[in-house]
């Protein structure tokens, strides 16, 4: 089954910079897309960043983009989210999530019932 474990996590002063960590373990499928997610207390669950396979396309959040960069390293089998100039509003439990068909592209967006697998979280406080 498939595994997703994030890291990376913890509190930074605003203006501050964190990377996120998606450990991926047990995909067999070559075309897929790869999301981060956030969920601040009391609000929804909000995409944040998307990767496609094969030409890598990202795609991201209005609320983010300019200061989030997401990434893969297929080496390692491991996803990425670089957060700089990180804002107050940007705290909330982070999620990575996989979607098995790619369905990210049609079209470019953030539904999170695309994806069908989740990890765990990892926490990121952003202090004033």
């Known amino acids: 089954q498939v595994q997703l474990v994030e890291s990376g996590g913890g509190s930074v002063q605003a203006g501050g910079s964190l990377r996120l960590s998606c450990a991926a373990s047990g995909y067999t499928y070559s075309t897929y897309c790869m999301g981060w997610f956030r969920q601040a207390p009391g609000k929804g669950r909000e995409g944040v960043a998307t990767?496609?396979?094969?030409?890598?396309?990202?795609y991201y959040a209005a609320s983010v983009k300019g200061r989030f960069t997401i990434s893969q390293d297929n080496a390692k089998n491991t996803l990425y989210l670089q957060m700089n100039s990180l804002k107050p509003e940007d705290t909330a439990m982070y999620y990575c999530a996989l979607d098995p068909f790619r369905r990210c592209l049609l079209p470019p967006g953030f539904r999170s019932y695309e994806y069908n697998y989740w990890g765990q979280g990892t926490q990121v406080t952003v202090s004033s």
């Open positions: 990767i496609a396979s094969g030409d890598g396309s990202t």
